[in-house]
């Protein structure tokens, strides 16, 4: 029961966090939809991880290349994500409030990707490898 809370709650932080994406879209004073391409990067982010943890053993070593390669990844991708509106405000694509209603959904869909891997990563009998 614990699992279908869990994923119940995550579920509603990533519709709020993509409702903060949108409201920098669709509002009536942005009504730019460029902050859209910030989609990509949640879809890129997970990969990384998803292939470094299916091709590398679950050694308890200190350092596993990669893992570290995909956290390398993964770092990238979220900097990507949160520098994209920033840019795109810099050079008047979009306003000011668009960017930080985007960099508000953008902390939120992270961190409910991370929460994601924390709760269905351990490998145990309720586990995403399943699906």
């Known amino acids: 029961m614990a699992g279908i809370k869990a994923l119940v709650g ?18 009536e004073q942005y009504g730019v939809y460029w902050p859209l391409f910030v989609l990509i990067f949640y879809i890129l982010s997970p990969i990384p991880t998803f292939i470094s943890r299916r091709l590398s053993d679950d050694s ?11 956290c390398f990844f993964t770092t990238g991708i979220v900097v990507s ?19 930080g209603l985007v960099m508000a959904g953008n902390a939120v869909i992270f961190l409910t990707i991370l929460g994601f891997f924390l709760v269905f990563g351990g490998g145990d009998d309720f586990s995403w490898e399943q699906w």
């Not at 520098?83 to 960017?99: D, E, K, S, T």
């Open 81 to 99: 994500a949160f520098g994209l509106p920033i840019i795109l405000a810099r050079v008047a694509l979009i306003q000011w409030g668009a960017c």
């Open 60 to 70: 308890d070593a200190a350092s596993n290349a990669c893992r570290e390669l995909a």
């Open 10 to 27: 995550l579920s509603f932080s990533g519709a709020i966090g993509l409702t903060f994406l949108l409201l920098g879209c669709a509002l």
